[in-house]
T-cell receptor, first 113, second 116 residues
């Protein structure tokens, strides 16, 4: 059973809002949910982080439902420079009770003019 | 303030050779991590450290060893390289925030390793 799941890819046009969801059914109690952006040949870069409800910063919003089993990264009015791979990162509880830090498989966002 | 740096940037090894990847951070972070990223794939945690002198296994630790002798450095060793270890290796660091597990990690630029 996958620890975290994300859509493989998404397409959008400039100026549109993009929502990317990550499912994490076994998120650990104290864990925050963090999203990263990665461009080719670079390391991931922090975008936003939250524990519950809604968090907003200058580049994105993060929506987390009450059960915290999923989270949605919202990018308002995307531009061509937002073309990248987006990852969620959470700590999940394994069957052994151990907390395992796990990146999602990544969502490749392609923004068209 | 350089953040997280990795040495070397590129390396080609023959099967059976050994090498050490160096990660250094100047942010005084407690936690450090080593990940590997295979082409078109996500990141998988190899080993991590929650403080100087401590290390722990991640998701894919086999074939790798690590050491954290100084707080600012985290070394990843391959004792006998195999073609399956061809990948891009990323180092990251973070600092704990209170009782919560925030894991806001700062990543290095990566080391591209090819094993022939």
């Amino acid at each position: 059973l996958a620890k975290t799941t994300q859509p493989i890819s998404m397409d959008s046009y400039e100026g549109q809002e993009v929502n990317i969801t990550c499912s994490h059914n076994n998120i650990a109690t104290n864990d925050y949910i963090t999203w990263y952006q990665q461009f080719p040949s670079q390391g991931p870069r922090f975008i936003i982080q939250g524990y519950k409800t809604k968090v907003t910063n200058e580049v994105a919003s993060l929506f987390i439902p009450a059960d915290r089993k999923s989270s949605t990264l919202s990018l308002p009015r995307v531009s061509l420079s937002d073309t990248a791979v987006y990852y969620c990162l959470v700590g999940v509880l394994e069957d052994t009770g151990r907390r395992a830090l796990t990146f999602g498989s990544g969502t490749r966002l392609q923004v068209q003019p | 303030n350089a953040g997280v740096t990795q040495t070397p940037k590129f390396r080609v090894l023959k099967t059976g050779q050994s090498m050490t990847l160096l990660c250094a951070q100047d942010m005084n972070h407690e936690y450090m991590y080593w990940y590997r990223q295979d082409p078109g794939m996500g990141l998988r945690l190899i080993h991590y450290s929650v403080g100087e002198g401590t290390t722990a296994k991640g998701e894919v630790p086999d074939g790798y060893n690590v050491s954290r002798l100084k707080k600012q450095n985290f070394l990843l060793g391959l004792e006998s390289a195999a073609p399956s270890q061809t990948s891009v290796y990323f180092c990251a660091s973070s600092t704990p925030y209170g009782l919560a597990d925030t894991d806001t990690q700062y990543f290095g630029p990566g080391t591209r390793l090819t094993v022939l």
